[in-house]
Every structure is written in structure tokens, then in C-alpha cells.
């Protein structure tokens, strides 16, 4: 008989805040109060697509592990992209949907997903396997994933019937500047000019540039950013957002000390806007919205200013997001995210399992290719 036990949840303020938040420490992501504003706002619920099944495992009758999770109708806001894995499912006249998925959702961040608090992780990691599989047989979902995992996790997770996928991101990393000049210096004479020539577009334009955090974002502030990022969302794809303004509104109540509001004004009026997030290490640089399309606004908003932000409060980090190759040009390294996947179906499993073989030698090249475009100066 196995020495632990596990219980789901159906929404996260079944577990103990307190509980969960001595398990998650790393990003403000997995923090009770994040979940918490996603469920509660409507963001991820059965009608999104996104049913929040959380999992605890016991030792006795004390938790030794969680992780946040949810039955996943669709592949929206994943980021890691099992599109064309659904469509060979369809193909087939089998169903892809639904499927159970460890992710925190619409965010790409890397961090905790199975948090340990045990002597002996491996037999965790053996248990939840186990745990997963059978459900997943059980409930009938074509497989189980875990998305934005950290390295040393994916790898403990891996085995012959759970696959690890590599992906490529891009984070910038404070070399103990002091300030903004001091990280131009350590740029090529060419792509130092460029961001001068960005940036005084701004100033060309009468564009300032104003930081609010914590209490002194107000609820207009937000109202006026979630009005921002659901207009530029439906510019671009003709629907207002995974997020509402409700979301935003409980993060500025329940999360006030780990907020960024970033708002570019012109002629005193509020043009544009980013909202980030920070921990003692690292900016997170998570959403953007504007009124128009504005010359150079966007890398101003998105990544200089986050960048002058981790100069001025020392932190080492700035990530900003998915995908990207410009940010490359701008001082942003490519890094490797991770992520684990199990699929039911024996044949299904063989071809994805090959696919993602192939793929890592794939993503090992882009990476190295990356690499040569960085443009700092040579040491």
C-alpha cells in the first residue's frame, strides 16, 4: 500500500492559504491570491475552458505536495503549443479534449508547478505519476501535462511514458549596471544607436513615462489599463482578452506590493500602459495595452522601461513574456523553458515522443543561432 494519499479541489480557496503559500514562494504566479483572482473574476472556470482541478498529496493526513491545476477543453493561453497534436487526435476520429494540465494560466513564467515538502522526492514524483495516469485513464483525458517547469522537475519527471519538451524564451539579466548608459555601454556602437534613436522618439513625440506601485495605483488606474489591454486585444484578434477588468481590480486589492503600473502620458492624457509584476529578483513584464499604434511606444513601455526598472531597485531579471526574436537586438538572451507530457494513446505517444525528439535538436540550434545575434560587445 502506497504511503500517501490525494484529494482534488475544485477551486483554490479549498486549500488553506497559508498551506498553499508555504509550498509556493518563487514567482508571484502560483501565489494563492493570483489563482484566487483568476477564479474568482470568471478568468478560468468550465465556461473558459479552463476547470480548475487542483492536487494535493498527503503523507497521513499532512501535505507534502500541490500543485495547481485544471481540465484544459481547448489549447488557448498554454503557450507551449500542442495545436497540431490535437489535430492529428481529430484526424484520427479520437478526442484530444480534455486533458488535464499543471500550468499557471495565460503565463508563460517559468516556476514551481509541483511543490515538495517530503525527505524522499523521487517517491512524490512517483506517486504523482502514478496518480495522473490513472486519472487520466480513469476520466478519459488523452494525457496529462505540465507546463513552465523548472529544469531539475521536468527531468525528475521524465521517464519512458512522460515525454520533456524544450522551448526558448528571452530574459534580460542586470550585470550589475548602474544605470541605463552603463547597460548601452556593454552594446555594439551599432545597436547602442538604434536604442538611442528608439528612445528619443518618445521624447520626440512629448511621451513621459510614469511608474505607479502598490497603494498608488488607484482603481481608475486599473480600470483605465483593463480598458487599454482589452481594446489592443480586440485590435489584434478581434476578442477582448482572457482577462477582465475584474481580475485586475483584485490584484491591485489582494496583490498591491508585487504590481508595476507603467502609464505613458501625451498632453497630459494616459496613452498607453503596461502592467508588471516584481519579487525580490525579478520584474515580470505580463501586459500591455494602448489607444493607437504610437512609433516605438511599445519597446519603450515593454522593455526599456522594464529594463530601467530593474537598474533602479537592483534586480536581476527582466522577463518579459513569450516568444520574440526582436528582443534579441535589445539585450534579452535566449534561455530554455520546460515542460512534461504524457499521452494515453500507445501509437499517439510514440509519434508525439519522436516529434519532440526531433524538435529538441531543433530548438538546440535556434538557441545557438540566437546566441550569435546578442549584441553585446565581444569580451
Given at each position: 500500500m502506497s504511503q500517501f494519499n490525494h484529494s482534488w479541489f475544485n477551486q483554490i480557496t479549498d486549500i488553506d492559504t497559508t498551506i498553499w503559500q508555504r509550498f509556493f514562494?518563487?514567482?508571484?504566479?502560483?501565489?494563492?491570491?493570483?489563482?484566487?483572482?483568476?477564479?474568482?473574476?470568471?478568468?478560468?472556470?468550465?465556461?473558459?475552458?479552463?476547470?480548475?482541478?487542483?492536487?494535493?498529496?498527503?503523507?497521513?493526513?499532512?501535505?507534502?505536495?500541490?500543485?495547481?491545476?485544471?481540465?484544459?477543453?481547448?489549447?488557448?493561453?498554454?503557450?507551449?503549443?500542442?495545436?497540431?497534436?490535437?489535430?492529428?487526435?481529430?484526424?484520427?476520429?479520437?478526442?484530444?479534449?480534455?486533458?488535464?494540465?499543471?500550468?499557471?494560466?495565460?503565463?508563460?513564467?517559468?516556476?514551481?508547478?509541483?511543490?515538495?515538502?517530503?525527505?524522499?522526492?523521487?517517491?512524490?514524483?512517483?506517486?504523482?505519476?502514478?496518480?495522473?495516469?490513472?486519472?487520466?485513464?480513469?476520466?478519459?483525458?488523452?494525457?496529462?501535462?505540465?507546463?513552465?517547469?523548472?529544469?531539475?522537475?521536468?527531468?525528475?519527471?521524465?521517464?519512458d511514458a512522460v515525454m520533456l519538451r524544450q522551448g526558448v524564451q528571452f530574459q534580460w539579466f542586470n550585470q550589475a549596471y548602474s544605470h541605463f548608459d552603463d547597460f548601452l555601454d556593454s552594446l555594439t556602437a551599432r545597436k547602442r544607436k538604434s536604442i538611442k534613436k528608439e528612445r528619443a522618439k518618445i521624447t520626440q513625440q512629448h511621451i513621459t513615462i510614469e511608474w505607479r506601485e502598490g497603494n498608488t495605483i488607484s482603481a481608475q488606474d486599473m480600470q483605465l489599463f483593463s480598458h487599454f489591454y482589452s481594446q489592443t486585444y480586440i485590435k489584434r484578434s478581434g476578442h477582448t482578452g482572457y482577462l477582465n477588468n475584474a481580475f485586475f481590480q483584485r490584484l491591485r486589492d489582494t496583490m498591491p506590493t508585487q504590481l508595476v503600473l507603467m502609464l505613458a502620458k501625451q498632453a497630459d492624457e494616459v496613452i498607453a500602459a503596461t502592467l508588471s509584476f516584481k519579487d525580490k529578483q525579478c520584474l515580470y513584464g505580463r501586459y500591455w495595452g494602448a489607444n493607437d499604434e504610437i512609433d516605438s511606444l511599445h519597446f519603450e513601455l515593454c522593455y526599456y522601461q522594464g529594463i530601467e526598472y530593474c537598474i533602479a531597485n537592483k534586480l536581476k531579471q527582466f522577463h518579459s513574456g513569450a516568444q520574440g526574436e526582436h528582443k534579441i537586438s535589445r539585450g534579452f538572451q535566449p534561455v530554455y523553458t520546460y515542460s512534461v507530457h504524457h499521452i494515453q494513446q500507445p501509437d499517439f505517444a510514440a509519434a508525439i515522443n519522436d516529434f519532440i525528439a526531433r524538435e529538441r535538436q531543433h530548438m538546440a540550434l535556434y538557441k545557438a543561432q540566437c546566441d550569435t545575434l546578442l549584441p553585446f560587445k565581444q569580451q
Open positions: 514562494h518563487d514567482t508571484p504566479f502560483t501565489d494563492h491570491a493570483f489563482l484566487a483572482a483568476l477564479e474568482h473574476s470568471g478568468c478560468v472556470s468550465k465556461n473558459t475552458g479552463w476547470q480548475p482541478m487542483h492536487l494535493a498529496i498527503y503523507q497521513q493526513k499532512h501535505i507534502v505536495a500541490l500543485l495547481p491545476g485544471y481540465i484544459k477543453y481547448h489549447s488557448y493561453g498554454e503557450y507551449v503549443f500542442d495545436w497540431a497534436w490535437a489535430e492529428a487526435y481529430q484526424q484520427h476520429g479520437l478526442d484530444y479534449y480534455p486533458k488535464w494540465l499543471s500550468a499557471v494560466p495565460f503565463t508563460p513564467i517559468e516556476g514551481q508547478r509541483l511543490s515538495i515538502n517530503h525527505p524522499n522526492p523521487d517517491s512524490v514524483y512517483n506517486y504523482l505519476t502514478q496518480v495522473l495516469t490513472n486519472t487520466a485513464h480513469d476520466r478519459q483525458w488523452s494525457g496529462w501535462h505540465i507546463n513552465f517547469c523548472h529544469q531539475q522537475q521536468a527531468e525528475s519527471l521524465k521517464s
